[in-house]
Structure formats: C-alpha cells, structure tokens
C-alpha cells in the first residue's frame, strides 16, 4: 500500500537514505534527517571530560563559524542547554572521551545571522563562557598548584 511520510514540522530535507521509489522498509529504519526551518538553530558541541566540571546548564557561549570571513562575522550569542549523563568513547580509541552537549542560538543571535546562510553540518566554533580570571592568576594557576604537591611524600 502506499504510504505517505509526513515530518511534524516544516523544514528541509538532509542524508536522504532511501532512494528506490516503491521500496520496502523495515520498521524503524530512518528514511532521511529534516532541518526545521522556523526553529533556534540547534549546536552539537564535543565537551572533553577534563572541562566537564566547568560547563553548567544555561551558560552562555559565543559562537563563530569557521566557514565565515572571521574579520567580519560578529560573535553569536548562544545558550548551553544540554549536557549527556555519560562520556561517549571511541572505539578504535582515535578521539579522547568526551561529553556530547547542545547549544542553541539566541533570538538575538538568529537576528545576526540574518545575513548569513547556515547550513546543516557547518562546523561551528563554541566558546562556553564559565568564569572569569585575573591576568595573574591565569599565569600562576599551573605553578600554585605545582607548589601543592610540591614538598609531600608520596
């Protein structure tokens, strides 16, 4: 029988799958990926497990694409709205572990990117703001704690 395939929302269709028409598929077998068209632009982010303790929910971050002139493209405003339970590891052991998390752009971020065509796939550079430092104490953090450890034995 022919079935139609409908998306819940409007948007444009990516890693299309399925090309035969009149094909069988298997139950649960994914047909192709839809970019929603209307909706915050969504940032999957790669957080190494050394920095884990510093990301929290609702920090903000800046975001720049590589794929832009870095000279006239401004900093996007974003939001860091999800982090996984658990560290993803890969296999053949090529990338050190890290958490998966996800970004989402702004209403004032979408505002800049106006201008700019995004394009599902584009790397993405994200910076997640987690505090601030002194000048001073950036330059002596790796010797203080150095000095922690220093004259102890064992």
Do not use: C, W
Not at 24 to 45: Q, W
Not at 62 to 77: E, G, H, L, S, V
Not at 112 to 137: C, D, Q, W
């Amino acid at each position: 029988a022919n079935t139609d395939v409908r998306a819940p929302t409007d948007g444009i269709v990516v890693g299309l799958s399925v090309h035969t028409v009149g094909g069988v598929l298997a139950p649960g077998t994914a047909l192709m990926d839809v970019v929603p068209k209307n909706e915050p632009l969504r940032i999957d982010v790669q957080i190494p497990t050394t920095l884990i303790d510093k990301v929290r929910i609702g920090s903000p971050v800046d975001i720049t694409f590589p794929a832009f002139n870095q000279r006239t493209t401004p900093q996007i405003p974003g939001d860091f709205v999800q982090v996984a339970a658990d560290a993803t590891t890969d296999p053949q052991g090529r990338v050190p572990p890290f958490y998966r998390g996800q970004v989402i752009v702004t209403t004032d971020g979408m505002k800049k990117l106006k201008s700019y065509e995004i394009k599902a796939g584009m790397p993405a550079e994200v910076f997640i703001r987690t505090g601030e430092r002194t000048m001073l104490n950036y330059l002596f953090k790796p010797f203080l704690d150095r000095m922690k450890t220093a004259l102890t034995e064992e």
